[in-house]
């Protein structure tokens, strides 16, 4: 099915952060191609979003390269073009467990899927973007520039991206542009497949932390990712976006 639309790769597109981006980026008249892991979820959200525009999910594991290359086969085998790729793909800590008691296999498995996952969708996925004068988007996170006990291998891991973003840039342009966001506190609880989504648990308290006043959400890193692989953006690469309500801007003492 080629087609005249431009097309966007969202990994980790079928909950979370990476389902806002694939609704927005169906809303603004893009075509899109969710890459997840979960089979339930990404086809959960090609249902649900298949009104909106072209959809289509494939079954992805990241860290994997033989399953990373199949995807980009069908993908171009049935869209016929890719001209962003978004690597939202991600898995943090199961419980913060102490540095002495993450296992090598933990930390190597969040490694493989948080960074070694994005160089192997772009990898895969450079010779079709530079086709399309594309764009890459790299999901970090805040825990890039800070952290909170107990967090090695995934604040490892978001580190590695924003370095990850910036060679890339080097190395890719001028064909590629590439950038990266940095999410703070997102809220997620309504993003996650229908078994597991709930209502937001939010107090006054939480969203008070933030200079905005709120907590964020799916739609703030999304209408980022619009914009940054729109012509619009056209003169930014290589950089990283923070987007947290102004929370890192703090300065908290305990009293």
Known sequence: MPTHQKVALVTGGGQGIGKGIVRHLLNIGLAVAIAEIDAEAGREAEDSFHQLGPVQFYETNVADEVSVERAVRLIMRHFGRLDALVNNAGIAHPGNAPLHELSLDEWNRIIGTN??????????????????????VNIASTRAIQSEPNTEAYSASKGGVLALTHSLAVSLG????????????????????AKQAKKPRLTERDHAQHPVGRVGKPEDIASLVAFLISDEAGFITGQNFIV????????IYEE
Do not use: Q, Y
């Open 174 to 193: 001028p064909d590629i542009r590439v950038n990266c966001i940095s999410p703070g506190w997102i809220d997620v609880s309504e993003w996650k497949k």
């Open 244 to 251: 947290d309500g102004g929370m890192t801007k703090k300065m």
């Open 115 to 136: 960074l070694t996952g994005m160089f192997l969708c772009v990898k895969h996925t450079v010779p079709h973007l530079r086709r399309a004068n594309g764009t890459i």
